[in-house]
């Protein structure tokens, strides 16, 4: 079985920066594509930013310049760092993974975690 757990959420005052975690766990080979979404009440799920395999990124418009997506592959990791946040950034953050190659075969579509809470508020 294959499982994400995301890490790092929390409360922190507009302008500040938190940190996301997600790491996959189980007997994974590879991950073609890992990326965040996130879900504010009332809204619907909406991309955040996604990276590769080789470290491509895409951005949502709403984030770029103030979201940076990494991934340690050896670790089957992928990181959010959040700066200069806003209010609006508010929602539930979901990790994903596609295309994800494990010993029981390759999960085909978006495999989700659980989802981290990150709140900004003064």
């Known amino acids: 079985q294959v499982q994400l757990v995301e890490s790092g959420g929390g409360l922190v005052q507009p302008g500040g920066s938190l940190r996301l975690s997600c790491v996959a766990s189980?007997?994974?080979?590879?991950?073609?594509?890992m990326g965040w979404y996130r879900q504010a009440p009332g809204n619907q799920r909406e991309l955040v930013a996604t990276?590769?395999?080789?470290?491509?990124?895409n951005y949502a418009d709403s984030v770029k310049g103030r979201f940076t997506i990494s991934r340690d592959n050896a670790k089957n990791t992928v990181y959010l760092q959040m700066n200069s946040l806003k209010p609006e950034d508010t929602a539930v953050y979901y990790c994903?993974?596609?295309?994800?190659?494990?010993?029981?075969?390759?999960?085909?579509?978006?495999?989700w975690g659980q989802g981290t809470q990150v709140t900004v508020s003064s």
């Open positions: 990276i590769t395999i080789g470290g491509s990124t």
């Open positions: 994903t993974a596609n295309g994800v190659k494990y010993q029981g075969g390759t999960i085909v579509g978006n495999k």
């Open positions: 189980g007997r994974i080979f590879s991950i073609n594509a």
